[in-house]
């Protein structure tokens, strides 16, 4: 096993095992971990196996993450509960605050606990985006329309993610609900001032970076009255907002660089080279193999994460989940039958 520190990009593998060519490309001193997608997964055991093959190939081990969020976007799903969308607890806070914070606790402590289960790290989760009903991309996978909902939902999810362990990662900084463009296909802008975008979108990212949020996503979107990049190329949104204005201590990774709305940095190494300098620690590299060995090999001078502390979050803590295990019955049962009632709840129609 090849001892190497840490890399900066974030790379995903083809299929439900490791291939050769996979394995010399998670062996690359700047490679920092592998997103996993619903194409790698059959079922929980092979999923657990590959987990511990990607684990094998370096020590330390490469980080794994996956965007299990509920909901539509939940990459695994045989074998796995069926996440309500977070809207479903949004809509529950309308009607009992108290119970849709439990909600929000619940979903996380299922996920959390059942992707342990498999040797995953950490879920790119939550959204703190607010649904402003204009963007279809993002839509259900918000809590809520308000920042005050948003921040206690965010952070009771928070909170039972960190009880299984695991980190959290909110997305899409600072706030991608106000545009209608999916930026996986296509440029995006918000034409607010920042003092728009402070009074509200920001407010989730305000509230929760000094109090218990683990990573950050930027969104590819373009603020054009603040800066002709977008968020996720830019020293203003990462640097001078996110680190120094509100204090954030955490890691920044990039949005996948493969998404149309990233092409206006250039082919993939400037992508790369663009976010990195931007201030995101580690990038990510997504269902374009051939991209992400031309962003591998372009880091030879820039392969280990800066600060190489800030990846120790990521992993998840296995002291955690060997509680949670013992807790299994009294713990997880219990927030497996309140998401039930919730996904029952959302499914009913409306009188």
């Known amino acids: 096993m090849r001892q190497l520190p840490p890399g900066r990009i974030m790379v995903d593998v083809e299929g439900i095992e490791l291939s050769e060519r996979e394995r010399r490309r998670l062996e690359h ?7 996993l997608f619903s194409r790698n997964y059959e079922g929980p055991e092979q999923l657990r196996t590959l987990c511990e093959q990607i684990k094998a190939v370096r020590e330390p081990a490469l980080v794994i993450g996956v965007d299990q969020e509920g909901g539509r976007v939940q990459r695994f799903r045989d074998g796995f509960t069926a996440i309500p969308p977070m809207r479903a607890i949004g809509s529950l806070w309308d009607r009992d605050k108290q119970q849709a914070v439990v909600a929000a606790h619940d979903a996380a402590y299922v996920i959390g606990t059942e992707l342990a289960a498999c040797g995953i790290d950490f879920s790119f989760a939550p959204v703190l985006d607010l649904d402003h009903g204009c963007s279809a991309v993002i839509g259900d996978r918000a809590f809520h329309a308000s920042a005050e909902a948003v921040i206690e939902l965010a952070g009771a999810f928070i909170k039972g993610l960190g009880e ?14 106000s545009v209608i463009a999916d930026t996986h296909h296509e440029t995006a802008v918000d034409h607010r001032t920042l003092a728009e975008i402070e009074r509200e979108d920001l407010q989730p990212f305000v509230a929760l970076c000094r109090n218990g949020l683990g990573a950050v996503m930027p969104a590819h979107v373009v603020y054009e009255k603040l800066d002709a990049r977008p968020a996720g190329f830019s020293p203003f949104w990462l640097q001078d907002i996110l680190r120094k204005r509100l204090g954030f201590k955490g890691i920044v990774f990039s949005d996948d660089l493969s998404m149309q709305a990233a092409s206006v940095a250039g082919n993939a190494p400037a992508r790369a080279e663009a976010a990195l300098a931007a201030g995101c620690e580690i990038a990510l590299v997504c269902n374009a193999p051939d991209d992400a060995d031309a962003v591998l090999k372009s880091m030879v001078s820039a392969a280990a994460v800066p600060n190489p502390g800030h990846i120790v979050p990521l992993y998840r803590k296995s002291t955690s989940v060997r509680r949670h295990e013992a807790d299994h019955g009294r713990v997880y049962e219990r927030a497996l039958q309140r998401l039930a009632d919730v996904a029952a709840e959302a499914s009913r129609p409306v009188a």
């Open 29 to 35: 001193p700047a490679c920092a971990g592998v997103i």
């Open 164 to 177: 299984c362990g695991m980190t959290s990662v909110g997305k899409h900084f600072p706030g991608h609900g």
